[in-house]
């Protein structure tokens, strides 16, 4: 067992931390309060290859290895999770999506200007009544002979506006169920297609969440994935990697607040010591820490496992539902340590904390990744 | 146009500072290893140009006397976009060693322009440049804190006492750079990251040359004393302190 990270690791882990607090920090409080989106910031990481670094070179791609991705997920998300989940949605789930199930002719077309982040991707996956019930879509693929006929709505859809390339999980045989679902590459440009406005979140705020509409949106069927019905099961084998993207987005956000809890412990005095000198504040730190360590091995073991293409559902389960739960934690202590100044913006660990709230919702609540360990252990 | 930039090996800016053997070494355990800033500007200035004017130079070398352990410091550099390095592995003992090392590399292969920092941020030494200006018989510029180059005529600008004075010069030269000479150090993409791995990079052994200095012992400064604040109403308390206490007036 080798806990060592490479050279190229740790020279991706430190080009993201340069980038995050160059390029980020100066305006994500703004950003945040007018729920603005990072166009220029985002324009700049893909230009350093982050929106396609696990994509193969020969489809524009940096051939990262995941625990790469962990690494680089953890130190974006200390200062700007809104900028965190345009990477993970881009990497985890669309282009390895496509990377994974797609045609060669889907590669070159979609997957190129992906991985070179020239284009930004969407999965759209959830819908007004289908959530963590994924089975239930009422989102329809009607197989019309040489195109899908799309209707229905999408929710909570992140880069839905900034996105030029949909992933859209649709019903095309209601009759077979999970079994009848596939999954369709749509141009965001194509006609019946309309968005929802800018939801109005309590976190991540500067991402762009929509609800996008579609009313009678033709789908040539050489932009379907996989064979016909393989969609629930695209939709699930894709989201088993994006919670190794959202675990990792957690303890970034965790360790961000636990990393500006320490410094200030340090810094603020009562009682005539800094405060980091009284037990209970200590005692709080090093708790934090050790949960930090936690979440930062499950988030590393699932990666590696995705690295020797073993299996890592469970893994990855486990890691976001720690880590989500675990940041939610952290991040309440931040502000507790922080006392009045952490219920400010300037100190950021309140945005933290709001932030953390998403990762315990999105790509499987908690609760959803407690079905999936909980099933495991029958098996 | 071939450049080579030198590049120290030097500890992250924000290390805590400690030293053993008595204050005669820096304890380097724990340490993280940057490219000196000064070094990584040079850098980045160098890759600008050859980015925005295609032809103008054809090959930007890192040059780092060191040890095998400096080896992921230069790599970063190929990852930011050096073209090839070159590691001359031999502990730097002092300025006169390795101003001595980097003059044989470039007696054996011609360059046209040799950049420097101005000092490094460890032992801020602020003499290689004018040593390798010295012993390669060569002019060097000081202080350029902006370098042009345009039909192969270079064009600096330098800082002096009030201003800024524009230099032309001849090929080959040194040019000992200071901040400003880029906005901020170029971060590597994960191409070039991927990269650096099968670019070039050559180990030599060093030429003979006693080093003429020894390090006696190191100083930490003293701890910053703790803020006393005064209330503003209180001027002559404040009076008081600053005659009586702190001897300032």
């Known amino acids: 067992m080798n806990f060592e990270y490479t050279e190229e690791q740790k020279m991706i882990q430190q080009a993201a931390k340069d980038f995050a607090e160059r390029e980020l920090l100066g305006d994500v409080i703004e950003r945040d309060e007018k729920s603005e989106f990072p166009t220029e910031h985002i324009k700049k990481l893909a230009e350093l290859g982050f929106l396609g670094m696990m994509t193969d070179p020969k489809y524009n791609g940096g051939g990262m290895d995941t625990i790469s991705y962990v690494l680089a997920m953890e130190e974006i998300s200390k200062i700007d999770s809104s900028v965190a989940v345009v990477m993970s949605v881009c990497n985890s789930l669309v282009n390895w999506g496509i990377e994974t199930y797609g045609t060669e002719e889907q590669k070159q077309k979609y997957l190129r200007p992906l991985a070179s982040g020239m284009k930004i991707g969407a999965f759209l996956l959830s819908e007004p009544e289908a959530g963590s019930d994924a089975t239930s879509q009422r989102t329809t693929a009607e197989d019309k002979g040489d195109y899908y006929l799309v209707n229905g709505t999408k929710n909570w859809i992140t880069n839905g506006n900034s996105a030029s390339t949909y992933i859209v999980i649709a019903q095309t045989h209601p009759e077979k169920k999970h079994k009848g679902i596939n999954a369709l590459i749509i141009d965001k440009d194509s006609p019946g297609i309309t968005l929802g406005p800018h939801e109005n979140k309590m976190g991540m705020r500067s991402s762009d969440t929509h609800s996008v509409m579609f009313n009678d949106v033709k789908v040539p069927k050489e932009n379907r994935l996989g064979d016909d019905g393989f969609g629930f099961s695209f939709a699930m084998k894709t989201l088993e990697g994006g919670r190794i993207g959202i675990a990792a987005q957690a303890l970034g956000i965790a360790s961000g607040a636990f990393e500006r809890a320490l410094k200030y412990s340090l810094e603020r005095k009562a009682f005539g010591t800094e405060i980091f000198n009284h037990q209970h504040v200590a005692f709080k730190l090093s708790d934090m820490a050790v949960m930090i360590e936690n979440g930062r091995n499950l988030c590393l073991k699932a990666a590696w496992l995705k690295d020797q293409h073993l299996p890592y559902g469970v893994a990855s389960a486990m890691a976001k539902q720690y880590c989500a739960d675990m940041a939610m934690h952290i991040t309440t202590e931040a502000v507790q340590i922080h006392g009045g100044y952490g219920y400010v913006k300037e100190y950021h660990v309140e945005r933290l904390m709001r932030e953390a709230k998403l990762t315990q919702i999105y790509e499987g609540t908690s609760e959803i990744q407690k079905i999936v360990i909980s099933r495991s252990l029958l098996k | ?249």
């Open chain 2, 1 to 249: 146009m071939k450049i080579l930039i030198c590049i120290s090996n030097v500890p992250d800016t924000t290390t805590k500072i400690k030293f053993v053997n008595n204050n005669t070494a820096f304890d380097n355990a724990g340490v993280q290893w940057i490219i000196n800033p000064w070094d990584e500007l040079a850098l980045t200035r160098a890759l600008d140009i050859k980015d925005a004017q295609p032809g103008t130079i054809d090959n930007i070398t890192v040059v780092n006397v060191g040890l095998a352990d400096t080896e992921p410091t230069i790599r970063k550099a190929l990852a930011i976009g050096a073209d090839g390095a070159i590691r001359v592995n031999a502990e730097p003992k002092d300025t006169f060693f390795v101003a001595s090392q980097i003059a044989e590399i470039v007696r054996k292969d011609a360059f046209d322009i040799v950049i420097c920092g101005i000092e490094s941020s460890d032992y801020n030494g602020a003499a290689l440049g004018g040593m390798l200006s010295e012993m390669l018989g060569i002019p060097s510029v000081s202080a350029v804190s902006h370098l042009e180059i345009t039909n192969g005529a270079v064009e600096l600008k330098r800082e002096i006492d009030g201003g800024q004075e524009t230099v032309l010069t001849q090929l080959p030269f040194i040019a000992v750079i200071q901040k400003g000479i880029a906005k901020d150090p170029r971060i590597p993409s994960m191409r070039g990251i991927m990269s650096a791995k099968g670019k070039p990079l050559q180990v030599v052994e060093p030429t003979a040359v006693d080093s003429l200095t020894e390090f006696i012992g190191f100083e930490l400064p003293k701890p910053k004393a703790a803020c006393r604040k005064i209330d503003a109403e209180n001027v002559k308390e404040l009076v008081d302190l600053l005659h009586n206490e702190a001897k300032l007036i």
